[in-house]
């Protein structure tokens, strides 16, 4: 078994997450086995030629999650841009790794900075991030005080960005796992469960609002970031294909028609904390993505409205009780 994967059972020993021991262990030997992905032999490769520092060390600033400052040479850390620069695209960030910033497609601390202040503080929670991407925001949990972050994603690309990461964190309780939820078992274990940016790509929503559930511990808390749109508790978009050039979206509803489906799934105490149109500065091309980003996904006459004719992006903070 992958070691990340066993440093993660251990950590999760006589809590109330140890129930994932029975199926969890089976389904990503599986994962090992049947992973598809034709690059994963190559990057395992590459992840072994990165540089380690003794005195692993890493912290924020200003938003940008910042590993092994000032601790490798010129050549090491030449290296090290090198090997970053093959894992493109960098989406969610920022990071820096020593000397190397990657400046990432997303400034995810504009989001992180939108829901802090709204949640139950983290200090000693058992946290679950549903679609954590590269893990930044896991990064924000464990500095928030977690005790035991766990992220989960079926990107393999983004499963090795978070490794890279990692490897110059050292050990800490901070575990990715590449599965999608649909294929986690119900562990009622977490204290917070974030699904931040995930809702609108699922089909069959009220599922997925109880696999969120079936995560939470009694009286946890669950933090729901999602696009919405405006309206009363009637209205809900369907895009016919395409939404700001993304395939994959099902389900935008307004902040009220969330509230009441949250409400209808079973949550309690559910709230809208924040809400915010996605502005160019907080999604953006850098040089750390090869393609296009929001400002090419906007109606060129109206950045009101998304390419196809949509209410341009806004993204709404709920938050709710099991
Ligand atoms: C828009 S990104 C959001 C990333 C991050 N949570 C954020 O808010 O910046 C959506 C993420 O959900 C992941 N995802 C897609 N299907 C998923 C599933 N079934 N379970 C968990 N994550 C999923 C994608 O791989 C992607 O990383």
């Known amino acids: 078994m992958h070691p990340h994967f066993s440093h993660f059972f251990r950590t999760i020993l006589d809590t109330p997450l140890e129930g994932l021991i029975e199926s969890l262990p089976a389904s990503l030997s599986d994962w090992e086995t049947s992973n598809k992905h034709g690059h994963w032999p190559r990057w395992q490769k590459l992840l072994k030629e990165y540089p380690l520092s003794d005195n692993q060390e890493w912290h ?37 790794i020593d000397t190397t910033f990657i ?22 929670r058992r946290v679950l991030d549903v679609g954590c991407g590269s893990g930044y925001h896991m990064w924000r949990m464990l500095e928030a005080g977690a005790k035991n972050v766990v992220g989960i994603d079926p990107t393999v690309l983004f499963f090795m960005q978070f490794l890279i990461v990692k490897h110059f964190a050292g050990n800490h309780p901070v575990h990715f796992l590449p599965l999608g939820i649909e294929a986690m078992p119900a562990s009622h274990g977490f204290d917070t469960v974030f699904s931040m940016g995930v809702f609108y790509h699922r089909k069959d929503p009220f599922a997925f609002l109880q696999q969120l559930k079936n995560q939470l511990a009694p009286e946890g808390e669950l933090v729901l970031e999602t696009l919405i749109i405006p309206g009363d508790d009637q209205t809900v978009l369907m895009p016919k294909d395409r939404y700001a050039q993304m395939s994959n979206v099902w389900f935008i509803p307004s902040a009220d028609a969330m509230i009441l489906w949250l409400e209808r799934a079973g949550f309690k105490q559910v709230k809208v904390v924040d809400s915010a149109m996605t502005s160019v500065a907080e999604q953006r091309k850098t040089d750390w993505i090869d393609g296009h980003s929001l400002a090419d996904f906007l109606h060129p006459d109206d950045p009101s409205l998304t390419i196809e004719g949509y209410p341009a992006p806004t993204r709404a903070v709920f938050i709710a009780n099991k």
């Open 60 to 96: 924020t600033t200003d938003g940008t999650v910042v590993m092994c400052e000032g601790l490798f040479t010129d050549d090491e850390n030449k290296r090290i841009n090198g090997l970053l620069r093959q894992f493109k695209p960098w989406r969610k960030g920022p990071y820096q």
């Open 103 to 124: 400046d990432t497609e997303w400034r995810s601390h504009y989001k992180w900075d939108r829901l802090l202040p709204h949640i139950t503080p983290l200090d000693d």
